[in-house]
């Protein structure tokens, strides 16, 4: 498995989650759950760094909690800016060595060492690979309302992070979009746009995102399961 750099946006907000302040400094067993996250990589091998993209305001305050709890392998602090694509962009551009890269949502804490690995590998060979599992509810098309089509599931996936990519790929996908004034829902989408394909890696239900106080709660049962 080759070596890689992870860019993880953690400049949003606490909004949906009710917190008045940035969730990612949200406790889950006595540890902010961005330090959960960022412990996943710490302790893997084949990650090389970190590289943040960082509210200015909350910059030092991260700074401390890094040293306080022994992350070692962030690299840099970036600015963020008002668009996840655009803390996304930042931390591209601090990143010089080229290689893989992958995303990673800093609110995700729970995603598997083992499908890091897959999400390289493929990476590595094809260019770009996304994380997703497969959608398990009857999905309906309804663009007013009322059903028009029952889809089949089976062709379905909802798509996580890690996004991995080799480091030129995700650099002309990202400045492209920039040119043309386009903002995507994830990295995967401005690299479609080049006409280049994606291939998704199987994940675990478990890798959820810390989004509401209902995904906290099931974060503690995940981190008490795993102890």
């Known amino acids: 498995m080759k070596k890689y750099t992870v860019m993880l946006p953690a400049a949003g907000s606490g909004r949906r989650m009710g917190a008045g302040f940035n ?8 540890k902010p759950i961005l330090i959960h996250t960022l412990e996943v990589f710490e302790k893997d091998e084949h990650c090389s760094g970190m590289i943040l993209s ?4 909350e910059k030092q305050k991260i700074e401390k909690m890094l040293e306080r709890f ?6 840099a602090l970036v600015e963020g800016g008002e668009e996840r694509q655009h803390s996304v962009a930042a931390c ?4 010089q060595s080229g290689g893989i890269v992958l995303v990673h949502d800093a609110a995700r804490p729970f ?7 897959k999400l390289v590998d493929v990476a590595a060979e094809h260019g770009a690979a996304i994380a997703g599992v497969q959608v398990k509810d009857t999905m ?3 663009p007013d309302g009322i059903v028009e089509e ?10 996580q992070t890690p996004q991995a990519f080799k480091y030129e790929l995700l650099k002309e996908a990202t400045d492209k979009a920039e040119v043309d004034g386009f903002l995507g829902t994830d990295e995967s989408m401005i690299v479609e746009r080049l006409g280049h394909p994606v291939r998704i890696v199987e994940s675990t239900y478990d890798n959820v995102k810390m989004t509401t106080k209902e995904d906290l709660l099931f974060g503690e049962v995940l981190l008490k399961r795993r102890q």
């Open 23 to 30: 969730k990612l400094f949200l406790q889950m067993a006595e």
């Open 54 to 57: 960082v509210k200015i305001t």
């Open 92 to 95: 591209i551009r601090a990143h």
């Open 140 to 142: 309906k098309f309804a």
């Open 150 to 159: 029952t889809v089949d599931r089976s062709k379905l996936w909802a798509i």
């Open 111 to 117: 995603i598997d060492q083992n499908v890091i690995r």
């Open 70 to 75: 022994g992350i070692t392998k962030v690299k």
